[in-house]
C-alpha cells in the first residue's frame, strides 16, 4: 500500500477503536440526548477549562459556527492572511457570515503581536466594524508551527483593551500543546471558542468540537442545525473521537519525530532549496525549480509514495499514525536525483 502523506486526515480507525465506537450508547443528539455525544463536549471542554462543548461534522463547520457567533453581518475579522478559515474553507466567511477578513502578516502562518496595533478601525461609518482576531495554532501554511504562548497572551492582551474576541482554530492544537507543554487550561484561557479536530492526527474517522461559554454554545447550537449539521445518533461516531482523546494524544509526539527525520533527510537532497522549520508534523519542501513541481510529486507516487502540492514550488508531507518508523525510512533512503 502506498505510504499516505497527503495529509493526517487520511488516517484510519484501528480495530480497537471501532470496537469502542460500536458498543457506544446513543441518543438522539438534536435533542441532546445521545450520552456519548454529551461525554465527548464535556470531556473536551473540561479538558481546556471551557464551560461547553458542541460536536459538529468537521472543522470547518466548527471555525465557520465560531465565526458566525462572534460576529455581525458586515463586521470585519483579523486573520493571518494564509490562514485556513480564510483560504480553506471555500469562502465561508463571506457567505455565512457576511464578515470579511483583515490580514495580519506574520511568522510562518503565526499573527505577530506587535502587527496588530493599528489594525482595528476606529468607530466611522467608513469602515467595517472589527470584532474578532482568529489564530491558528499549529498553523498549517506555516508548516505547522507552533505560537509561544506568550505571544498568544499579548494577542489576548490587545483583544482585551479593544473588545475583540479571539477564537483559535485548533484543528492540531494537540500537536502544538505537545510542543509548548502546555497545561490545556492554562492554554484555554485566553480564548473566546476554540475548534479541534479529532479527524487528523488523533485518528478519528469523523467530527470536531466547538468549545466556549454556555451562551456561546447555546447560539452555536442553532447555527449548526439552521447549517444542517444536527446529527442524530451520533454517538457512533463521536466514541471514535472520544477514544482518539483518550489514546492518541500521548503518541502526537512519535509523528513529531517521524517528521524531524523527514527534515533532516530533505536538508540533504540537491533539488530541494529549503524546508521550512520542523516543529511538528508538517514538512514543507521549497523547490529549488519551481516548475517541476508535479514531477516530483508524480516521481514520488511512482515510488509509492503520496505528497500533496502545497502552493507554488512547494510540497508537503504530513506524518500521522499510520505512518510508520520503516515508512519513513523508506523516503530516506529513497534516491530521487531526478
Ligand atoms: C483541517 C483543518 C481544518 C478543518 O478541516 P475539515 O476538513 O473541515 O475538518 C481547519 N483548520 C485547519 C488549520 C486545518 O488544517
Redesign the pocket.
Known sequence: MAIDFR?D?VTRPSKAMLDFMIQAPVGDDVYEEDPTVNELEKYTAEHFGFEAGLYC???????QIALKVHTQPGDEIICHEE???YR??GGGMMINSQASPRFIRGNNGRIIPELLQDQINPDDIHYPVTKLVSL?D????GGGAVYDFNDILKIKDFCTQNNLKLHL?G??VFNALAVNQCDPKVYGKPFDSI?I?L??GLGAPVG?VLLGSKDFIHKARRVRKYLGGGMRQAGIIAAGGLYALKNNVHRLIEDHQHASLLEKHFKTVTWVAEVLPVTTNIVVLVLKDATKQNHYIAALKAEGILVTAFGKGRIRFVTHLNISSDDIQKVCQLKLEV
Do not use: L, P, V, W
Open positions: 495529509s486526515t461534522s468537521s472543522g470547518t463547520q466548527t471555525n490562514s485556513h478559515i480553506y474553507e491558528e499549529t498553523a498549517n501554511r482554530d484543528a492540531r475548534s479536530c479527524s487528523k470536531s
